[in-house]
């Protein structure tokens, strides 16, 4: 889906990517962006290598991504989003996240846990740093800039 996805992103909203080749091409791997748009997710699967593609898992909001059937086919189906629950109660809510990366993924991450304001990064949450602790897997930082206005 991204690859037709790809060209719309890249004429249309002139999408420009500097740094793609700091971008992981094997995991595990954290890459870790800030958050500003609906759109961050699609921006983020397009700066990848179609061949890396399979291996990059989002890692988006459970609350919101399946609240509806049309989210959750979307989140699911068409981008492969790895449920995070940041209401648990019970259980670790990271330990899919963990097992991504314990798998060899690549997980596309938000640590400020929300969209913020564009054009500004929020506080971040230690999620990414637990992760990071516990799989010994990279953390990639990427600033997307652009992406709040857009939407």
Same mark, same amino acid.
């Given at each position: 889906?991204?690859?037709?996805?790809?060209?719309? /992103?890249?004429? %249309? &909203?002139? +999408?420009?990517?500097?740094? $793609?080749?700091?971008? !992981?091409? @094997?995991?595990?791997?954290?890459?870790?962006?800030?958050?500003?748009?609906?759109?961050?997710?699609?921006?983020?699967?397009?700066?990848?290598?179609?061949?890396?593609?399979?291996?990059?898992?989002?890692?988006?909001?459970?609350?919101?991504?399946?609240?509806?059937?049309?989210?959750?086919?979307?989140?699911?189906? /068409?981008?492969? %989003? &790895?449920? +995070?629950?940041?209401?648990? $109660?019970?259980?670790? !809510?990271? @330990?899919?996240?963990?097992?991504?990366?314990?798998?060899?993924?690549?997980?596309?991450?938000?640590?400020?846990?929300?969209?913020?304001?564009?054009?500004?990064?929020?506080?971040?949450?230690?999620?990414?740093?637990?992760?990071?602790?516990?799989?010994?897997?990279?953390?990639?930082?990427?600033?997307?800039?652009?992406?709040?206005?857009? &939407?």
């Amino acid at each position: 889906m991204i690859l037709l996805l790809r060209p719309l /992103l890249w004429l %249309v &909203l002139g +999408l420009s990517i500097g740094g $793609r080749q700091r971008l !992981p091409v @094997a995991g595990p791997a954290i890459v870790a962006a800030n958050h500003n748009s609906h759109l961050d997710i699609w921006l983020l699967l397009a700066a990848f290598r179609a061949r890396t593609l399979p291996q990059v898992v989002p890692v988006a909001a459970a609350d919101y991504f399946l609240s509806t059937r049309f989210l959750r086919f979307a989140a699911l189906t /068409l981008l492969g %989003v &790895l449920p +995070l629950d940041r209401n648990a $109660r019970r259980g670790d !809510p990271l @330990a899919a996240s963990r097992a991504a990366l314990e798998a060899g993924k690549i997980l596309i991450v938000f640590p400020e846990g929300t969209r913020g304001k564009p054009e500004e990064l929020g506080t971040l949450k230690a999620g990414i740093t637990k992760l990071a602790r516990d799989t010994g897997a990279p953390i990639v930082p990427v600033y997307l800039q652009g992406a709040g206005r857009i &939407l």
